[in-house]
């Protein structure tokens, strides 16, 4: 069965410290990877979506950057954090075909 | 983009009670999900349900795509039910890219 894994679960970052977070998908091929962030007041807004290796598509203007170096792994990166980059960052993988989305735990990142 | 709404914002219950929490889309949609935030924050799949009715236990979903709405019922409340719920469309238009409702936070009491 597939799984994803995502890490780490929690962390606290200076302003202007860097940031890569990682998530990795077990069980199936070619997945399309997606992060989300989640902010105070429930909504989750996409950020990044990969189709293939090095394929990264931006949904919003940001602080931060995303890379998918392998098949089943995606990293979200920040050179400089920003008090803003605070929130509840989570992974997500669908199938090609059948785009029912799986979630992984997410990331709390508190900036400060 | 599209607009997802979701109703009620805050749902309060006893334990055993029943409840009915509304998704409306502004769209046509691919697909349709709902999901459970647990307190952890991790997002549960509780359903993945383009039109029709699916039960899981306690738990049924119907979506009628023609009027863009979905309803999700849980019976017999417990106080795991607790939590945030989420309805989240695809498109179709963007490789499985979802679009999130606000949620609607439920607090089941003993």
């Known amino acids: 069965s597939q799984t994803i894994h995502q890490w780490p679960a929690t962390l606290v970052q200076p302003v202007g410290s860097p940031l890569s977070l990682e998530c990795t998908v077990e069980?199936?091929?070619?997945?399309?990877l997606y992060w989300y962030r989640q902010a105070a007041g429930r909504g989750l807004q996409l950020l990044f979506y990969?189709?293939?290796?090095?394929?990264i598509s931006s949904e919003v203007p940001q602080n931060l950057s995303a890379s998918r170096p392998q098949d089943r792994q995606f990293i979200l990166s920040s050179k400089k954090l920003l008090l803003s980059d605070s929130g509840f960052y989570l992974c997500?993988?669908?199938?090609?075909?059948?785009?029912?989305?799986?979630f992984g735990q997410g990331t709390r990142l508190t900036v400060v | 983009g599209i607009q997802v709404e979701q109703s009620p914002p805050d749902l309060i219950l006893q334990e055993g009670a029943n409840s009915t929490l509304r998704c409306n889309f502004s769209?046509?949609?691919?697909?349709l999900q709902w999901f459970h935030q647990n307190p952890w924050g991790q997002l549960i799949n509780l359903f993945y349900?383009?039109?029709g009715t699916k039960q899981n236990g306690r738990l049924s979903a119907t979506t009628v795509a023609t009027e863009r709405y979905s309803l999700l019922y849980i019976s017999s409340s417990q106080t795991t039910d607790s939590g945030v719920y989420f309805c989240?469309?695809?498109?179709?238009?963007?490789?499985?890219?979802?679009?999130f409702g606000r949620g609607t936070q439920l607090t089941v009491w003993p």
């Open positions: 997500a993988w669908t199938g090609v075909v059948n785009t029912e989305a799986f």
């Open positions: 069980g199936t091929s070619n997945p399309n």
């Open positions: 990969s189709v293939g290796i090095g394929q």
């Open positions: 769209d046509s949609v691919n697909n």
């Open positions: 349900i383009p039109s």
């Open positions: 989240a469309v695809d498109r179709g238009s963007t490789l499985g890219r979802l679009y």
